[in-house]
């Protein structure tokens, strides 16, 4: 391949990036806003993580749901087994599995975490416990990345950034195990509570059962995301306060496509008609997608880091300060007695 030089002469480079604006007219232009160019760039390059964890006793749709948010094959396939009872864990137990998605030029590693066997059992007691230890775990492994002498450059993400919690289309009430994984878990990682199935119940008896969820929620002092302290400003506030008249989101699942009036889309098919994944007259999966993905993902992320892994990080701090202040005054009681 040949190149063409144009010219002999030294070339000084010009700073004017590519996809930047030419502002040669303007004498007051500085180039401040040339910064998001570069942040895009940068971006660009580095990709984006993406930790999804889903919740929810067996048969609610966990699966179903994350393939239809990504419109791919994102979550773990399901060994099939010939005893019945064997597909049932005895224990909670935690299975992730990442893709590489591409989109428009933009890469992001996503990780579903699911949790089968939450739920499952007869006595479901402390049955949050695994999620819980499993988090924290993935908090201390950050931390112990970030302090260590010569750290990665970019430390590995695992953290858990969102938690979406199923709740049974019952149309009555949240129950006692809902109430206490979410009034725990609601501490350590950002919630969003979905009603699953949600096409099970009338629109009548989804809006009760939602009014409900959301009176008790408040009742119980459970605070998902978003959080209203956590707001930035009025606006963010308006914004965010029309989500959280949404919560729980009435969500249907499908990872199937039918051709409804001419167009290709995703639903399920019954004797009725088809209900519509991704038509809000149908069901609020919309709301959900676009909160996860089109407009809150980045705000998901930065709370995960700047308030949950932070409260995290502080205790852990605290806790070997405390253990090094009191063997360095052991050693110093000892030294008096001797």
């Known amino acids: 391949c040949k190149r063409k030089v144009i010219s002999a002469k030294p070339h000084h480079p010009s700073p004017q990036g590519k996809g930047e604006k030419s502002h040669g007219g303007d004498f007051s232009y500085v180039g401040i806003d040339a910064i998001l160019e570069q942040m895009r760039r940068k971006a660009m390059k580095q990709g984006f993580e993406l930790n999804l964890m889903v919740v929810g006793q067996s048969g609610l749709g966990k699966s179903t749901l994350m393939n239809t948010l990504f419109k791919s094959k994102v979550s773990r396939n399901k060994s099939v087994q010939s005893n019945p009872e064997e597909r049932i864990p005895k224990t909670v137990e935690i299975k992730s599995i990442s893709h590489d998605i591409e989109e428009k030029g933009v890469r992001m590693k996503l990780t579903v975490i699911d949790t089968p066997g939450f739920g499952d059992q007869i006595n479901n007691e402390n049955c949050w416990q695994p999620i819980m230890k499993f988090i924290n775990d993935q908090y201390e492994a950050y931390l112990q990345e970030e302090i260590?002498?010569?750290?990665?450059?970019?430390?590995?993400?695992?953290?858990?950034?969102?938690?979406?919690?199923?709740?049974p289309p019952t149309g009555h009430c949240l129950r006692p195990l809902d109430v206490e994984f979410m009034r725990r878990l609601s501490k350590v990682v950002n919630i969003v509570p979905v009603i699953a199935k949600a096409d099970t119940l009338t629109l009548e008896e989804r809006d009760s059962f939602k009014q409900t969820i959301r009176e008790?929620?408040?009742?119980?002092g459970i605070d998902v995301y978003p959080q209203k302290e956590f707001d930035e400003d009025a606006?963010?506030?308006m914004i965010n306060d029309k989500i959280r008249e949404m919560i729980p989101f009435?969500?249907?699942g499908s990872d199937q496509e039918y051709q409804v009036n001419?167009?290709?889309?995703?639903?399920?098919?019954?004797?009725?008609?088809?209900?519509?994944?991704?038509?809000?007259?149908?069901?609020?999966?919309?709301?959900?997608?676009?909160?996860l993905i089109r407009t809150h993902m980045q705000n998901i992320k930065d709370i995960t880091g700047s308030i949950h892994y932070e409260t995290y990080r502080v205790r852990r701090l605290n806790e070997s300060n405390g253990q090094a202040n009191g063997v360095a005054a052991q050693h110093e009681a000892l030294s008096h007695e001797m």
């Not at 450059?153 to 969102?162: F, G, M, N």
């Not at 008790?216 to 119980?220: F, P």
Request: hydrophobic share 35%; net charge positive.
């Open 235 to 237: 606006e963010d506030r």
């Open 250 to 252: 009435a969500v249907v």
């Open 262 to 291: 001419g167009k290709r889309l995703l639903g399920r098919k019954t004797k009725w008609g088809t209900i519509e994944v991704e038509n809000i007259a149908h069901c609020e999966f919309a709301y959900l997608r676009d909160l």
């Open 216 to 220: 008790e929620l408040r009742a119980n």
């Open 148 to 167: 260590n002498i010569n750290r990665k450059k970019r430390i590995p993400d695992s953290r858990v950034h969102c938690c979406i919690y199923f709740i």
